[in-house]
């Protein structure tokens, strides 16, 4: 054989050596090692740019680009095969090189000895034969501790030829809330205080989660954990004595039955329904009262604005093809499904699959706002926005890498995305009339190309697939979207069912079941997992019946429970111990101001009369609405709606046109009784019940009747009501 023969078959030996059996491997080991340290971070080298010249791909989600970087960039300088050692990777890595990342673990440890052998190996990289990964599972899975405890947590992998490994070594812990629970990078977790955590884990592609709970070390009353109005009562006070936090009183009948109206219908109820429902004897009032208000045609109002906002209705963003009125027959559309109490899952399943013009069909207006006319299939916001609306999951992030928090991958996202990919906005102008915009059918075009988007990293084919990742076909002519919207509405679906359970209940309760209200995932697990079970099998069994549901919550004795804390329930934000007060949503508040007062607000374009809670169109000029956080409804994300309290908020209350205007004008409310009411005491007792639903207290009233003395009877009794209206009393619901 030629000598350069021999050089050439050496050659070969030393840049493919074989692999042998206890040869690290790249993707199963080394990928997690560095995903462990924190190497391939948003804050290191995972993130765009990379990090002093290297770069790697967030958590690891790209092996082949990760391994191309490592070894191949600026000539292989990052490892050194002959002096193993010496690799730069090494030597950073440890501490012995200057790292801007500081030292990550010493020569005499398992992570360091993992990556010698592997360079010693020959630095292998991704086998494409290798076993998947199926499942990454936690013991303990739950676990009570006492401040102080420790508890070592053990990650276990199963591949999918049904081999297991124990990977905790290999694998990223990280705590749900480090105020209440610590975990080391070993995975050794540790109670930090009293209350309610958990600690979520990583390996490659797989996520898993521990509970744990820290009771706290006092005297409780077991009497208080026993009355009970239904399921969710029983699933909450089984949570509060787990955790030994008394729950408070129930409210009073005043209370209540504000806390209902505002809750249910955005609105004040009267003085006179106040009162009627104060005075009633009837054991069974608030159950009726619930019932009454559920089949208000304010209710109906009140839930359109709320679906509004789930479905992003405004003018679309880029051009305005559709203006005000397509806003309008979305609006006035999703109203009559309110009305007509549809089932969730039909008319999610309307809105999914909704296809022709938006002058037939008003459910269209959905896609026009997420799809957009120069925006279709993998390139338009359909499919993180339905995520997110219809299964309550953030999966934006999977566009440019797989999600950093869940199991879902880039090549996940773009799978779901195919199911998008025969949706397109045809705009075409008619000879008479407005322009149309219509959602093209894919039969229209007659498309003999299979269904599916380019992953744009590797460049697969990508067929159409849910999220679960069931295998699916879907001939070329067909929607896609049809067999998607089977899946996403399935009642056994618990993303789909739980997405609204979870936003039903946060309405309700002011703090969500899991928050942020729409990130549902396994590493963010809801509070009480009992109660989130039987709110979903209840939402199922009463048939995805929107009504049903609320009428569970409000009857419940946690939903009617005051919002006075007691001894021990002070610091309660999560467990629903008592109610928690909330600020007034902008509409409702604007709305109230203008009830109370008898002085209504005018809307652009729409008659006078008309309350802010219906008016469909976002873009409406109100600097009160922009003030106290009217949703924009320009993404999907709940949190585009505040009810934050902050300075220029609580300004405009007290020196803003708003409620002056309306108070010190010579019409309204307050102008005719100062007429016609001369009884002083009466007319206190109607301020008081038409602002916060009650009458004075003794000391109030008091108070008052000593000011008259000696101020003038008009003014005194505008300053009164212009207190009312600034009060939290008034501006909160509690």
Not at 9 to 14: D, P, S, V
Not at 487 to 502: H, L, Q, S
Not at 510 to 537: C, F, I, M, Q
Not at 579 to 587: G, Q
Request: hydrophobic share 35%; with cysteine.
């Amino acid at each position: 054989m030629p000598r350069f023969a021999y050089a050439l078959a050496a050659l070969a030996a030393f840049c493919s050596p074989s692999v042998a059996a206890d040869t690290p491997s790249f993707s199963a080991e080394v990928m997690p090692l560095l995903t462990k340290a924190g190497c391939n971070s948003g804050g290191c080298h995972g993130k765009g740019s990379g990090q002093n010249g290297f770069r790697l791909s967030l958590r690891g989600f790209a092996p082949d680009q990760d391994y191309k970087w490592i070894t191949r960039e600026f000539s292989g300088r990052r490892l050194d095969r002959t002096k193993p050692e010496e690799s730069l990777l090494l030597r950073k890595a440890t501490g012995q090189t200057p790292h801007e990342g500081g030292r990550l673990f010493s020569t005499n440890s398992r992570e360091y000895a993992l990556l010698l052998d592997w360079v010693k190996a020959g630095y292998p990289g991704p086998d494409k034969n290798e076993t998947r990964i199926s499942k990454l599972e936690l013991t303990p899975a739950s676990k009570v501790l006492k401040p102080g405890e420790e508890v070592q947590l053990v990650a276990t992998a199963t591949f999918a030829d049904g081999t297991t490994r124990d990977v905790t070594w290999l694998t990223k812990f990280d705590s749900n809330d480090a105020a209440y629970l610590d975990v080391s990078p070993g995975g050794k977790a540790k109670a930090v205080r009293n209350g309610a955590s958990a600690v979520r884990a990583m390996y490659l592609t797989e996520v898993a989660v521990t509970v744990f709970a820290m009771p706290f070390d006092r005297p409780v009353d077991d009497k208080r954990f026993q009355q009970t109005n239904n399921f969710v009562d029983t699933h909450a006070l089984v949570k509060l004595k787990e955790l030994r936090i008394e729950p408070s009183d129930l409210c009073t009948d005043e209370e209540f039955v504000r806390r209902l109206f505002l809750d249910a219908c955005g609105i004040l109820p009267t003085a006179a329904e106040v009162t009627a429902f104060v005075a009633s004897t009837d054991a069974k009032k608030r159950e009726k009262l619930i019932d009454a208000v559920l089949a208000r045609s304010e209710f109906t109002d009140y839930w359109a604005l709320q679906l509004g906002d789930l479905f992003q209705n405004r003018k679309e963003r880029d051009h305005d093809v559709r203006g005000v009125k397509g806003v309008r027959q979305f609006h006035d559309w999703l109203r009559k499904q309110v009305e007509a109490n549809r089932p969730w899952d039909a008319l999610a399943r309307d809105v999914l699959t909704a296809t022709g013009s938006n002058a037939d069909n008003p459910a269209v207006g959905y896609y026009i706002v997420t799809v957009g006319e120069q925006r279709h299939g993998e390139n338009s916001e359909a499919p993180e926005s339905i995520a997110q609306a219809f299964l309550g999951t953030r999966i934006g992030c999977a566009k440019c890498h797989n999600h950093p928090l869940e199991r879902y991958t880039q090549d996940d996202f773009y799978h779901f995305a195919a199911d998008f990919s025969r949706v397109k906005l045809d705009r075409k102008e008619a000879k008479m009339g407005p322009t149309v915009l219509k959602v093209s059918h894919p039969d229209q075009n007659q498309n003999k190309n299979p269904v599916g988007v380019s992953q744009p990293r590797t460049g697969m084919f990508m067929k159409a697939q849910p999220l679960d990742r069931t295998k699916r076909d879907v001939a070329p002519r067909d929607d896609p979207r049809a067999e998607l919207a089977k899946w996403i509405t399935d009642p056994g679906n618990e993303f789909f069912t739980g997405a609204m359970v979870n936003r039903v209940w946060k309405h309700y309760m002011s703090v969500g079941l899991v928050e942020p209200v729409d990130d549902l995932r396994a590493t963010n697990p809801p509070t009480n997992p009992a109660l989130w079970k039987a709110l979903n099998a209840e939402f199922v069994a009463k048939k995805l019946d929107l009504r049903a549901l609320m009428r569970v919550i409000l009857n419940s004795r946690t939903y009617q429970l005051s919002s006075a804390t007691r001894p021990g329930n002070e610091t309660d934000a999560r467990f629903y111990s008592h109610y928690y007060a909330r600020r007034l949503p902008a509409e409702v508040l604007l709305d109230a101001i203008c009830d109370a007062t008898g002085v209504p607000d005018r809307f652009d374009g729409y008659p006078l009369g008309v309350r802010a809670v219906q008016v469909p169109d976002p873009g409406s000029a109100s600097y009160f609405l922009r003030a106290f956080g009217r949703s924009d409804r320009v993404t999907a994300c709940a949190c585009e709606r505040t009810g934050d309290v902050n300075l220029p908020s609580v300004l405009h209350l007290i020196c803003g046109d708003t409620i002056n205007t309306k108070v010190n004008g010579g019409t309204g409310w307050l102008a005719a009784q100062l007429k016609t009411e001369k009884d002083d005491t009466k007319l206190m007792d109607d301020l008081f019940l038409r602002a916060i639903a009650r009458k004075p207290s003794a000391k109030e009233r008091e108070t008052i009747t000593n000011l008259l003395k000696g101020t003038p009877r008009d003014d005194l009794f505008r300053d009164l009501f212009w207190a009312l209206l600034n009060s939290k009393e008034f501006t909160f619901n509690r």
